[in-house]
């Protein structure tokens, strides 16, 4: 069974940096394509970023390009989110998610593509 488990989250300065990191549990790693989505009060979960099966491969929502910098470690099984310049409307519970993908270069862009997700993680961004 796959489990994804976050950590880093907290509260930001606007202007600040944080990052944040998944842990992929349960083996067969290599086999997903893992993204990063995040979720405002009374708000749908949104995609703010997709890697690759590899990683070689990634994808920003817009709001974030230049700022966000998503990565994976594959020997730790681990992806990260590194935000910089963050701004209040970056506050949000952010998600990690997995989805099987049977070929690299493939993101998936829709929260319903992913099968596993993690617990959340807040991140407070104060003005």
């Known amino acids: 069974q796959v489990e994804l488990v976050e950590s880093g989250g907290g509260l930001v300065q606007s202007g600040g940096s944080l990052k944040l990191s998944c842990v992929f549990r349960?083996?067969?790693?290599?086999?997903?394509?893992m993204g990063w989505f995040r979720q405002a009060p009374g708000k749908e979960r949104g995609f703010v970023a997709g890697?690759?099966?590899?990683?070689?491969?990634?994808l920003y929502e817009n709001s974030v390009k230049g700022r966000f910098t998503a990565s994976t470690d594959n020997a730790k099984s681990t992806v990260y989110l590194e935000m910089n310049n963050v701004n209040p409307e970056d506050t949000a519970t952010y998600y990690c998610?997995?989805?099987?993908?049977?070929?690299?270069?493939?993101?998936?862009?829709?929260?319903?593509?992913?099968?596993?997700w993690g617990q959340g993680i807040q991140v407070t961004v104060s003005s």
């Open positions: 998610g997995a989805a099987e993908m049977s070929e690299d270069r493939t993101i998936a862009l829709l929260t319903s593509r992913y099968a596993f």
């Open positions: 349960g083996g067969g790693f290599n086999d997903y394509a």
């Open positions: 890697l690759s099966r590899s990683g070689d491969h990634v």
